[in-house]
């Protein structure tokens, strides 16, 4: 590899760093910071090129997913859809529960379904899939997030938020910075 390619690359890692996401031996990796963002970062890996800018109304995300860095009760990892600038729904693993939550607003989230589930493995790559089914109106999303193949928790939204792209993140409540990998990312049918 020439030495202006390997410095172009080397940028492009530190940049995405600073997002909030980098790849590592081909994962995608979020870091977060408390005090920083309040504790949340977001990215969105390579292969989600073809739902940026806008995914459609109805699909479905899978994705492997750890935490690397921070305790399980301290990180919260997941997946995103309809994401917009600070708006979203996030499909949330924290320790052993599941949770869905949608944001309209910085600072204005609404925990819309969760539920304590044991197909979470705090130790290990879980298998998350996110189904985000909406109608071209624009009139209700349901929402679901399974975990391992076992549905963990699913709702209806009858004021959905407006279609926007997808991502993945990582957050934390904690005093110490946490980190999460995810592989293996794929957009489809829900």
């Not at 935490?67 to 600038?85: E, F, H, K, M, T």
């Not at 819309?112 to 109608?135: E, K, P, R």
């Amino acid at each position: 590899m020439g030495r202006r390619r390997q410095q172009t690359r080397r940028r492009s890692l530190q940049q995405c760093k600073r997002a909030g996401g980098h790849y590592n031996n081909g994962a995608y990796r979020i870091y977060a910071e408390p005090g920083v963002d309040d504790g949340f970062a977001a990215g969105g890996p390579q292969n989600a090129s073809n739902v940026v800018p806008s995914a459609p109304p109805s699909f479905g995300i899978d994705v492997y997913a750890r935490r690397i860095v921070g305790s399980s009760q301290d990180v919260q990892y997941g997946i995103l859809c309809r994401r917009a600038a600070d708006r979203f729904y996030a499909f949330v693993i924290q320790n052993k529960t599941g949770f869905i939550v949608k944001q309209a607003s910085s600072g204005n989230s609404t925990i819309l379904a969760q539920a304590d589930t044991s197909a979470v493995d705090v130790n290990t790559m879980n298998h998350l899939s996110a189904s985000c089914d909406g109608d071209e109106e624009l009139t209700y999303v349901y929402l679901a997030l399974w975990v391992n193949g076992e549905k963990v928790t699913d709702v209806t939204d009858d004021k959905p938020l407006p279609t926007g792209t997808v991502g993945l993140f990582v957050k934390t409540d904690a005093k110490t910075a946490v980190e999460a990998e995810f592989d293996d990312f794929k957009v489809g049918k829900p």
